[in-house]
Antibody
Framework: EVQLVESGGGVVQPGGSLRLSCAASGFTFDDYAMHWVRQAPGKGLEWVSLISGDGGSTYYADSVKGRFTISRDNSKNSLYLQMNSLRTEDTALYYC??????????????WGQGTLVTVSS | SSELTQDPAVSVALGQTVRITCQGDSLRNYYASWYQQKPGQAPVLVIYGKNNRPLGIPDRFSGSSSGNTASLTITGAQAEDEADYYCNSRDSSGNHVVFGGGTKLTVL
């Protein structure tokens, strides 16, 4: 059974940093690209970032480029999102999601339950 | 990047057929995928590619695409289908992903 479990969310002041983690199980982790997707309270889904299966390629939404860094440790079946220079508009539930391909297909077949990030003074 | 446009809300009578649409330039090059999200839950993939359903998704869900428009059709809508539905696709660069704004489906 595929499982994705996010952690690391919390309350942080504007300008602060957080590191999110996603522990994956039930599939061959390094065979698949992984994504972070966020959802602000009461709003829609917003794609944040993508990393290829081997970790060699990363991509970011314009809204987070230069502030967020996606990474993965295939030996630990784990995905990460380092978030720096956080803004109030980054407040959201952050999901990790598994892609159906090694590089992105854009088809997210499994999602975690999310971890909440609140940026507030 | 590109945008995907969805109607904010759609309603359907119980047992009837409803189509939810998604428009955007990227859909001329890439198939959409569709996600169902119920309150307090993570999204669930219901359709991907040309018209593929993951295991466990009822066959009343189907997808189609023409030009810059992708559609999700629910044939014989059930009460449990009431949810928010989101489309997404790769954007024109191929390396980013874009989501539509979501459609709230009400089953009457």
């Amino acid at each position: 059974e595929v499982q994705l479990v996010e952690s690391g969310g919390g309350v942080v002041q504007p300008g602060g940093s957080l590191r999110l983690s996603c522990a994956a199980s039930g599939f061959t982790f390094d065979d698949y690209a992984m994504h972070w997707v966020r959802q602000a309270p009461g709003k829609g889904l917003e794609w944040v970032s993508l990393i290829s299966g081997d970790g060699g390629s990363t991509y970011y939404a314009d809204s987070v480029k230069g502030r967020f860094t996606i990474s993965r440790d295939n030996s630990k079946n784990s995905l990460y999102l380092q978030m720096n220079s956080l803004r109030t508009e980054d407040t959201a539930l952050y999901y990790c999601a598994k892609d159906r391909g090694t590089g992105t297909t854009g088809y997210f077949d499994y999602w975690g339950q999310g971890t909440l990030v609140t940026v507030s003074s | 990047s590109s945008e995907l446009t969805q109607d904010p809300a759609v309603s359907v009578a119980l047992g009837q057929t409803v189509r939810i649409t998604c428009q955007g330039d990227s859909l001329r090059n890439y198939y959409a995928s569709w996600y169902q999200q119920k309150p307090g839950q993570a999204p669930v993939l219901v359709i991907y590619g040309k018209n593929n359903r993951p295991l466990g998704i009822p066959d009343r869900f189907s997808g189609s695409s023409s030009g810059n428009t992708a559609s999700l059709t629910i044939t014989g809508a059930q009460a449990e289908d009431e949810a928010d539905y989101y489309c997404n696709s790769r954007d024109s660069s191929g390396n980013h992903v874009v989501f539509g704004g979501g459609t709230k489906l009400t089953v009457l």
